[in-house]
């Protein structure tokens, strides 16, 4: 890591992230690496999580501090974490502030007089008058930067008398060529999975919890079963507290034979090859990292019509109506005898270049003029 204090005129952005667990290791890494190659030095801040050499080496920043609280220390007024970051902010030229989430950003607002990027990841951010207050009280320091279109519009709508150039999209993104050499093999995944080499599989994955309704995804596999190659396997890659109704429902439904729960696998994006197509039916899905892996990967994709997933797949993937068992069953259908995958292949890859790699979405935060005029800030 850098040494940063042989540069006493550099400019810093203080970077600040609830955790590293993920997926939020990897946001973090996306706006460190928007910062590579330009006058400004990020410095994280991991307000939770042991120090760990990986995690910094992963998180791509210039420096990486670690302040090792528990979950259970972030809730009330977090004074002790205020005051750490006070005194950062006093020792560094920082230029402005990125903040994830609801608890950084308002560590950052009480801790600083920095303009500050408020990442918002989720549904629901601004539904407790609490946080609508807080947002209201810093709102000349603050630019929200929402996940996807569906979550920024929630949010304009949350706060209607906001300028709409202080809620913006800034879609999150991957290193393709980076994830793209991690992929193994087809069959090397489907052994690493413990999947059969000939079967045609249809892969889910996340956490098995409501908001992602797979009990949808195998009422609508068991329909289309008939029509599917006759070898068809629907997995699950992850784990949840839905697992022992999902496999109750799987009984009923006997399909103990074409549906495999694996479990959670670590880094499972180098694994999306051993599935012929992915499949997520959640109901509000913020953005959906694991389209971009699937996207990667040259998976076809099915989704729900709804949240950031639908934005992602536009024009690429087949969509359904939430919890709509029979646009499930004939999307996996259209998917199963799909005679144009070669050139779906083509404009999935070209979507993924032009909309969500690091490169793309590094061009669009350094031409938006909101995002500039906040970076020139001088203490």
Not at 243 to 251: G, T
Request: proline share 5%; glycine share 4%; hydrophobic share 40%.
């Amino acid at each position: 890591m850098t040494d940063i204090n042989n540069n006493a005129q550099a400019s810093y952005i203080l970077h600040i992230c609830h955790s590293y667990y993920d997926p939020f290791l990897d946001c973090a890494r996306q706006y460190a690496v928007l910062f590579k190659d330009t006058p400004y030095k990020v410095i994280t801040v991991f307000l939770s999580g042991e120090p760990d050499p990986l995690v910094a080496e992963k998180a791509c920043s210039d420096e990486v501090i670690f302040l090792n609280y528990q979950s259970k220390q972030l809730s009330g007024l977090k004074l002790g974490i205020i005051n750490k970051i006070r005194q950062l902010d006093r020792q560094y030229n920082f230029a402005a502030c990125i903040a994830h989430r609801a608890k950084p950003t308002y560590i950052a607002a009480m801790a600083t007089k920095l303009p500050i990027l408020s990442i918002r990841h989720s549904f629901g951010d601004f539904d407790r008058f609490g946080r609508r207050l807080l947002v209201n009280l810093f709102k000349s320091r603050l630019t929200l930067l929402a996940v996807s279109n569906a979550v920024r519009d929630e949010i304009r709508n949350r706060l209607p008398n906001w300028p709409q150039d202080k809620i913006q999209t800034l879609y999150n993104r991957i290193d393709v060529e980076l994830v793209q050499s991690e992929l193994l093999p087809k069959d090397q995944a489907r052994e690493k999975l413990a999947l059969p080499q000939h079967s045609w599989i249809i892969g889910s994955v996340g956490r098995i919890h409501p908001d992602k309704d797979p009990q949808t995804l195998i009422r609508g596999f068991a329909k289309a079963l008939p029509s599917l190659p006759q070898n068809a396997l629907l997995c699950f890659v992850g784990k949840g507290r839905l697992e022992d109704e999902l496999k109750a429902l799987v009984r009923d439904l006997k399909l103990q034979n074409h549906v495999v729960f694996v479990g959670p696998i670590p880094e499972a994006r180098r694994y999306f090859k051993a599935f012929d197509v992915f499949a997520l039916s959640s109901d509000r899905e913020p953005f959906g990292m694991v389209f971009l892996e699937a996207m990667a990967a040259d998976l076809p994709i099915i989704c729900t019509d709804c949240g950031g997933g639908a934005e992602i797949i536009e024009g690429i993937g087949q969509l359904f109506k939430f919890r709509d068992i029979e646009g499930l069953s004939k999307a996996l259908i259209n998917t199963a005898n799909d005679k144009d995958a070669v050139t779906n292949q083509e404009s999935c890859q070209k979507r993924l270049n032009t909309l969500f790699s690091d490169k793309a979405v590094k061009a669009q935060f350094w031409e938006n003029a909101k995002i500039t005029q906040l970076l020139k800030h001088q203490r």
